[in-house]
Structures are given as C-alpha cells and as structure tokens.
C-alpha cells in the first residue's frame, strides 16, 4: 500500500523488521512511534498508545524517566564510549560490582549449595550474553575435565535464547530454529513444566489458579532426573543447563510451579553440570522479588546468569554475563599458556550503557521501586480475573509482572488454535487499534507492563484486551 507518512515511507521502502512477515507489514500503514513518557507513547499522526509490552520487556520505569535520561546526559558530558579491550572505565567497574551487590539480596529460602557470582563479563544484547555463558561453560568443562571431553548442554522444551547461532541451539522452538539446524550443535532438551497442558496431571480443574496443582508428583522433575542419570551411565555429563527461572518467555509465558527450579538445580549440581541462567527477560524484578535475579526467589544462585533486556530500564542495547571465582580462574595462566577468553565485541562496557544501566538498578533496588513493583502486580491479577469470562480465553498466567493469557477454540477442552489463524496476532492488532500495543507469541498474549503503569493506564491495557476478544471472536452474554 502507499503510505501517507513520510517516515512510514522511507521504512516500507528500506526497514526490514525482525520476526516480521514483510509482505504483512508492506500491506499496513506502520505505527510511527515519536515520543514517549511513562509507560505511555506517541506516533507521528499523534495517536496515543499504552505500552503494554514494555518494548518487547525491556522498559522497566517507563520512557523518558528522569533519572536515567540525567544519568545518560551526564555520563554524555564525559564521554559516550571507550574500548574495554585494555581499558577499564568508570561506570563499567561501578556497574559491575552494584551488579554483584544485587545477586547477594538474601531470600528466605535455603539456599541450593551456593556459589557466590564475583565476576561480569559484558556485551551487547541477550543472545550475546547467553553466547558468553555458553563459550565460557565449553571451555570451564574442557579445562576442568580434559581436552578430549565433548562438552553439551541440556535446555528446556521451548526454550528460547536468542537469535544467534549458539543461543538458537540450546533454544528449542522449531517455528524459528528448524530451518537453521544444519548450522547448529546438537544439544538436547528436557521436559519443561506446562502445567496447563500437563500430559501427567489431567486432573487439574479448569479456570482455577495456574498454580493449583493437584495431584501433582513432579513427574517433570523426574524426567530431567532421568536424564541425567542416562548421560552419566553412557560417561557423557552435561557441562550446563540453561533455564529461565521461574517462566519461561518467548516458550509462551510459562510459569514454572514453585519449587520446580530448586528440585532441579540440586539435581543438575549433583550432576556436576553448571546452572546457566537465562535471566534476559526475568532479571531486574520483571519476574518478581526484591533482587535482580529470579532464581533466587526459588533458593538458586546460578553459576552463570545472562542479564539484558531489562538491564538499562530498556534505554540502551547492552547485557552482562555474571559468573562466578571457580568459572574466571578456569581462564587464569601464564600469557602463553593461551587461557585467555578470546572473546568480546567493539562495544563492550559501553560507558553510556552502563551510566543508563546503574541508573536504572538504583530504581529497582530501591525498597519504593519493589513495593510499586508488588502492587502493580496486585492490580494485574485483580484486572486479569475478568478475562475469565471470555470463552477463547484458556489460561492466564502471571509471575512478577509478566502476564500470558493463552486462548484456544475450546476451553473445556483446552483444543488450541492452528497458529495459521493469527489467533494472538488479530487479538493484539485489534487492541492496537484501542492504543494499547503488545505482540503475541503464537496464540498467548503477552502483557508486561512498566513498573510505572498506573491503575487506570493498567484498567485500559486489559480493558483494550477484553474488548478485542469481543470484537474478534464475539461478545460474550454474560
Ligand atoms: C529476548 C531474549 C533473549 C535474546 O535477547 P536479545 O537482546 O533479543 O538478543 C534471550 N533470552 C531470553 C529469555 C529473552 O527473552
């Protein structure tokens, strides 16, 4: 179609967009986004939109929050970027160890046999910071057990960690991976806990609380359990396993059921492999608790965590790879003993990165920002309940302040809908059209508000949601 918009021209023209069907996009006239505030945004024909997915999860206090704009516009004064190749810089060190600071946040459960995260090695974005964790498990598992040892990896069923080469092989969705499996190592995947769709426990009533889990004998424990025993007897251990902790993302918003991660932890610690985790949506209190890490509302304090997304309160691209004493002195040694990470990028450290990055960890650390954080979540369940009504609506999931709401053909019998229908696509261009914008992951809804969504901007996010259910799929009677 020919565009009105200048803008919206030059892109249709030139923009290739990222999991996009390009014939789709060239076919619609593209929200311009200009400007926002808040958790609200502004397109050039200046319509008003709610930013229901925080950037695709990466807003954490909002667009054009004071605090991190002053931290940027300071640390611009200075300077906006130098190497970390042989060069350390300021914001990067008081990063780095405020990072570490945040993952020593103590939590009421028993801690799983815990090592103590001292070292961040950072990068650009999520993929590269699930890339560092996997290259530095390799090596720590080549190191520690010889150079003949073939290290692998275990992940979960669904998994999603990237779209680089080594993060798309320990991701396990073949809509985006199948094509490129000639070009990937081989890693394998292990049951992951869809409580909604659990092939052992049929029993749960419909519509109640996903948490609910009656009869429940963690049967899913039992299969990682099983399978790391078969790669112990065959004499080829795992070097690391990698996890979202307590939901998983792009898999479709699935929680995983309290104590889930710590049963499995200590198994894969007795099993001798590293626990990867992949904290890129979860970290920075998007997935709840007082601290940066998820993992730790379940008791785990990982061996390696990715951190991105969420990491400069969604301003700038930049992630870190937090390890720990064991992991770094693996990479100790004479000069030409060649231990060396060999490993890194042009803008490693970004020293803007990093101001925009404390800036924002100062809000998440605060005791105010966690309360906001608790409330907010609050607010959520209370909106979320009146989606129950909608026959399309299956299962609403929610941890921290990550939400999915999964719709089917029919709830009673939890049949889903073929991917071809866009049922989750039409749903959230419907809400777009009521200035709430979201993006589906195949028929799930995601909502993830920003920590500074206020109630009646929350009340319209999940009304825009309840109105596009009618208008797509039929109004209700109530
Ligand atoms: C988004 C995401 C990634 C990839 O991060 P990018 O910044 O897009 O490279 C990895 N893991 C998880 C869990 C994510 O949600």
Same mark, same amino acid.
């Given at each position: 179609?020919?565009?009105?918009?200048?803008?919206?021209?030059?892109?249709?023209?030139?923009?290739?967009?990222?999991?996009?069907?390009?014939?789709?996009?060239?076919?619609?006239?593209?929200?311009?986004?200009?400007?926002?505030?808040?958790?609200?945004?502004?397109?050039?024909?200046?319509?008003?939109?709610?930013?229901?997915?925080?950037?695709?999860?990466?807003?954490?206090?909002?667009?054009?929050?004071?605090?991190?704009?002053?931290?940027?516009?300071?640390?611009?004064?200075?300077?906006?970027?130098?190497?970390?190749?042989?060069? =350390?810089? &300021?914001? !990067?060190?008081? $990063?780095?160890? /405020?990072?570490?600071?945040? *993952? #020593?946040?103590?939590?009421?459960? @028993?801690?799983?046999?815990?090592?103590?995260?001292?070292?961040?090695?950072?990068?650009?974005?999520?993929?590269? =910071?699930? &890339?560092? !964790?996997?290259? $530095?498990?390799? /090596?720590?598992?080549?190191? *520690? #057990?010889?150079?003949?040892?073939? @290290?692998?990896?275990?992940?979960?069923?669904?998994?999603?960690?990237?779209?680089?080469?080594?993060?798309?092989?320990?991701?396990?969705?073949?809509?985006?991976?199948?094509?490129?499996?000639?070009?990937?190592? #081989?890693?394998?995947?292990?049951?992951?806990?869809?409580?909604?769709?659990?092939?052992?426990?049929?029993?749960?009533?419909?519509?109640?609380?996903?948490?609910?889990?009656?009869?429940?004998?963690?049967?899913?424990?039992?299969?990682?359990?099983? #399978?790391?025993?078969?790669?112990?007897?065959?004499?080829?251990?795992?070097?690391?396993?990698?996890?979202?902790?307590?939901?998983?993302?792009?898999?479709?918003?699935?929680?995983?059921?309290?104590?889930?991660?710590?049963?499995?932890?200590?198994?894969?610690?007795?099993?001798?492999?590293?626990?990867?985790?992949?904290?890129?949506?979860?970290?920075?209190?998007?997935?709840?608790?007082?601290?940066?890490?998820?993992?730790?509302?379940?008791?785990?304090?990982?061996?390696?965590?990715?951190?991105?997304?969420?990491?400069?309160?969604?301003?700038?691209?930049?992630?870190?790879?937090?390890?720990?004493?064991?992991?770094?002195?693996?990479?100790?040694?004479?000069?030409?003993?060649?231990?060396?990470?060999?490993?890194?990028?042009?803008?490693?450290?970004?020293?803007?990165?990093?101001?925009?990055?404390?800036?924002?960890?100062?809000?998440?650390?605060?005791?105010?920002?966690?309360?906001?954080?608790?409330?907010?979540?609050?607010?959520?369940?209370?909106?979320?309940?009146?989606?129950?009504?909608?026959?399309?609506?299956?299962?609403?999931?929610?941890?921290?302040?990550?939400?999915?709401?999964?719709?089917?053909?029919?709830?009673?019998?939890?049949?889903?809908?073929?991917?071809?229908?866009?049922?989750?696509?039409?749903?959230?261009?419907?809400?777009?059209?009521?200035?709430?914008?979201?993006?589906?992951?195949?028929?799930?809804?995601?909502?993830?508000?920003?920590?500074?969504?206020?109630?009646?901007?929350?009340?319209?996010?999940?009304?825009?949601?309840?109105?596009?259910?009618?208008?797509?799929?039929?109004?209700?009677?109530?």
């Amino acid at each position: 179609m020919k565009t009105t918009d200048p803008v919206a021209r030059l892109d249709h023209a030139h923009v290739w967009h990222p999991f996009t069907q390009m014939r789709d996009w060239l076919r619609q006239e593209p929200v311009v986004l200009m400007r926002g505030r808040g958790a609200r945004l502004w397109a050039a024909d200046g319509r008003e939109y709610l930013d229901a997915n925080s950037s695709i999860w990466t807003n954490l206090h909002g667009h054009h929050h004071p605090r991190i704009n002053r931290a940027i516009t300071r640390q611009l004064a200075q300077v906006a970027h130098t190497s970390a190749l042989g060069l =350390a810089s &300021e914001p !990067a060190s008081r $990063l780095a160890a /405020e990072l570490i600071a945040a *993952t #020593r946040v103590r939590r009421p459960l @028993p801690a799983v046999r815990k090592p103590a995260l001292t070292k961040v090695f950072f990068s650009d974005d999520g993929s590269t =910071a699930i &890339e560092t !964790a996997l290259k $530095l498990t390799y /090596e720590y598992a080549r190191r *520690t #057990r010889g150079p003949d040892h073939k @290290p692998r990896f275990l992940s979960m069923q669904g998994a999603y960690h990237g779209d680089t080469v080594g993060a798309v092989s320990v991701g396990h969705i073949s809509l985006f991976h199948a094509a490129y499996k000639g070009l990937l190592f #081989r890693t394998d995947a292990v049951m992951a806990p869809y409580c909604y769709r659990c092939p052992y426990n049929r029993a749960r009533p419909e519509r109640m609380d996903a948490r609910l889990h009656r009869r429940c004998q963690w049967e899913c424990v039992d299969q990682v359990a099983r #399978r790391l025993e078969t790669a112990r007897r065959a004499d080829r251990p795992y070097a690391g396993f990698v996890f979202e902790p307590r939901i998983q993302g792009a898999a479709g918003m699935i929680p995983q059921p309290d104590g889930w991660l710590q049963r499995v932890a200590e198994r894969v610690r007795d099993h001798g492999a590293l626990l990867i985790a992949d904290e890129v949506m979860t970290g920075c209190g998007r997935a709840g608790g007082p601290g940066i890490l998820a993992s730790q509302e379940e008791g785990v304090t990982p061996d390696l965590v990715a951190l991105a997304k969420g990491l400069t309160g969604g301003y700038l691209p930049m992630a870190a790879t937090l390890t720990t004493e064991a992991v770094f002195a693996a990479f100790l040694g004479e000069y030409g003993e060649f231990k060396t990470f060999f490993h890194g990028h042009s803008y490693t450290g970004n020293q803007l990165g990093a101001a925009a990055a404390r800036a924002s960890l100062e809000l998440v650390m605060a005791p105010e920002g966690q309360r906001r954080r608790e409330r907010l979540a609050g607010w959520l369940d209370e909106d979320l309940k009146t989606l129950w009504a909608h026959p399309q609506v299956g299962d609403i999931r929610r941890v921290g302040l990550v939400a999915g709401i999964e719709l089917v053909r029919d709830w009673t019998k939890r049949t889903p809908f073929n991917l071809k229908e866009q049922a989750g696509i039409r749903v959230c261009a419907a809400m777009a059209r009521r200035g709430v914008l979201t993006r589906p992951i195949g028929n799930v809804v995601a909502l993830l508000p920003p920590y500074v969504t206020t109630r009646t901007e929350l009340r319209k996010m999940v009304g825009a949601l309840r109105d596009a259910l009618c208008e797509v799929f039929g109004t209700v009677d109530s």
